[in-house]
């Protein structure tokens, strides 16, 4: 893929660089009023994460495949002055969507912290060029601004992933800057004030609920949208074949994309570990400590298309997608092992349109116990 705005190639270009066009056609038709610094207006953005076609005919390829609502009141949330958290399990979009969201109404998305463990005060303040600062004594000059004061000084979206992964003290450095739209520098005896458009978009995982819980004080500065797994199998289906494709594109796999019949199978397979029970409802089963998301999904299907891009005839089979299959499902190779056992032998292999996922699966076995 070539990033439009450099010219060289790229593994994945930014949402803004890859949808350039369509960001573009949208703002030459956009006649709705626009929140200050916004791109687009709020019914544009909305429009371009959920797709459509425009009245001059272009197409609008949606971006996130869920419910309407849901992302017409994250867009309402960003108008406000009050933040965007985006909550749920692993898989379920939030960075993508976050992505998106910052790309349509900032033009920007790299304005990013990624949270960790170990993600210091200064990702969300300021930090300081050591050498000028012992040069020449606390300055403008020698601060680095990071990517939350950036964002204030232009009047942009901030993003701020896994904010439960950071540590609770670091975390409330964000209260004043939410509340205040101010980030004070006290070595200075100054302050930072937002500019209009400024907000921030934040994500957390369900599954990290009492790693570092957000304070009272501090989720009371979000609005809180909690984004679910699809509703459906053709849902999900849609969601993984539409993200593969891309994927394939983007890495160049020659594999017959009309041919991925394997899509329907792998998503059954999770949705039904995930829910403990098969979609008739006749079998329950025990579910494995894996989350099973869309996103693990997606990843089985792209390592099947490259073995059979590379290895293969370029059609995707069973013998393609069951490593990588397995190996989404067994993350404890005790406990999950015994449940991928019994999943294959009391459903899959009952299933005689899955012979081949079940003789597949089955050889994988055998193989990595000789």
């Known amino acids: 893929m ?3 705005q450099n010219g060289t190639d790229v593994l994945r270009a930014h949402a803004e660089n890859a949808f350039a066009d369509e960001l573009n056609a949208l703002a030459a038709v956009d006649d709705r009023p626009r929140p200050p610094s916004w791109q687009l207006s709020p ?33 309402a949330s960003l108008a406000t002055d009050r933040a965007l958290l985006l909550l749920g399990v692993p898989g379920t979009a939030k960075t993508w969507l ?21 993600t210091p005060e200064e990702a969300l303040r300021y930090g300081w060029n050591y050498a000028r600062l012992l040069a020449e004594g606390p300055s403008r000059a020698a601060m680095v601004a990071g990517p939350v004061m950036r964002a204030m000084e232009t009047g942009s979206l901030v993003r701020v992933e896994e904010l439960t992964r950071i540590p609770s003290d670091v975390q409330d450095s964000l209260i004043t800057i939410l509340s205040e739209k101010t980030l004070p520098i006290p070595e200075l005896n100054e ?32 609005n809180t949208v ?18 593969v494709r891309s994927l394939g594109e983007a890495l160049e796999l020659p594999a017959d994309l009309a041919a ?3 899509i329907r199978r792998v998503v059954t397979v999770m949705r039904e570990l995930r829910a403990g029970v098969t979609q008739d409802q006749r079998t329950t089963i025990k579910s494995p400590s894996a989350t099973l998301s869309t996103a693990e999904a997606i990843s089985v299907m792209t390592n099947g298309l490259s073995l059979a891009a590379h290895f293969g005839d370029g059609t995707v089979r069973a013998d393609d997608v069951a490593a990588s299959l397995v ?12 449940i991928w056992q019994e999943y294959l032998e009391t459903v899959v292999r009952n299933r005689p349109e899955w012979k081949d996922l079940y003789r597949a699966c089955r050889d994988l076995e055998s193989a990595n116990q000789t």
């Open 260 to 262: 991925l019949s394997e």
């Open 98 to 118: 976050g992505e998106h969201l910052a790309a349509a109404i900032s033009g920007s998305s790299t304005l990013v912290v990624q949270g960790t463990a170990g």
């Open 226 to 243: 909690v984004l679910p797994l699809p509703d459906s199998i053709d849902q999900e289906v849609e969601i993984v074949t539409t993200r």
């Open 327 to 338: 190996g989404a499902v067994v993350k404890d190779p005790v406990q999950d092992r015994v």
């Open 43 to 75: 019914w544009a953005v909305t429009k371009y994460i959920l797709g459509g076609t425009l009245a001059n005919g272009t197409q609008i390829t949606p971006k996130y495949l869920g419910s309407e609502r849901l992302v017409e009141v994250a867009v």
């Open 191 to 222: 302050e930072v004030q937002a500019r209009k458009g400024f907000n921030v978009i934040a994500t957390a995982n369900n599954r990290d609920k009492g790693v570092n819980d957000l304070s009272s004080a501090l989720r009371r500065r979000f």
């Open 2 to 4: 070539t990033d439009p």
